[in-house]
């Protein structure tokens, strides 16, 4: 069964990250007029979830709501404290301007991710009747009103997607 874990584990990386990847060339074909192969990508795109979601369920990594929330503390708190940090300093130290913008606005929303995951962990019902929207440029994720000006990326109000 070790095997198996780690074989799971690793298909569910490999599926989730085929889930995004279709859906930016989804994205890529409908603004290239190609809605077919856009559809086509959008359903793939669907199907790999599913796949992601029976990997990750076999794991046994999805637990209760208190300890999938724990759970997802702990990564956005390892992503803002251990894994970004470095990765932002190899890319300016590279020249690399355009990864190191991309970096650091994941960086900041993930510091943002983990304190919203903490307060809906110690106050889980508080949270129904919060409305979120998330920035289109840089992910910032906020309660409530989009701002008028992105705290993190400084995007106008009109670029922040309301989550239903
Ligand atoms: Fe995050
Ligand atoms: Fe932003």
Do not use: W
Request: negative net charge; proline residues 2%; aromatic residues 10%.
């Amino acid at each position: 069964m070790e095997k198996t874990r780690k074989n799971l584990s690793e298909a569910f990386s490999g599926e989730s990250q085929a889930n995004r990847k279709y859906l930016a060339y989804a994205k890529k074909a409908d603004d290239e007029g190609y809605k077919g192969v856009a559809k086509l990508f959008r359903a793939v795109a669907e199907a790999e979830t599913i796949h992601a979601h029976n990997h990750l369920r076999e794991m046994g990594a999805i637990q209760s709501t208190s300890e999938n929330l724990m759970s997802a503390i702990k990564g956005e708190t390892y992503e803002f404290s251990a894994m970004y940090p470095p990765m932002i300093n190899d890319a300016k130290a590279e020249g690399y301007s355009g990864a190191e913008k991309t970096l650091y606005f994941a960086n900041e929303v993930e510091k943002i991710h983990a304190h919203l995951f903490r307060g809906a962990l110690n106050n889980e019902s508080q949270f129904k009747d919060v409305e979120y929207y998330v920035c289109t440029i840089c992910g910032n994720t906020v309660e409530n009103n989009p701002q008028e000006k992105c705290s993190i990326c400084a995007a106008k109000k009109e670029f922040f997607k309301k989550i239903d």
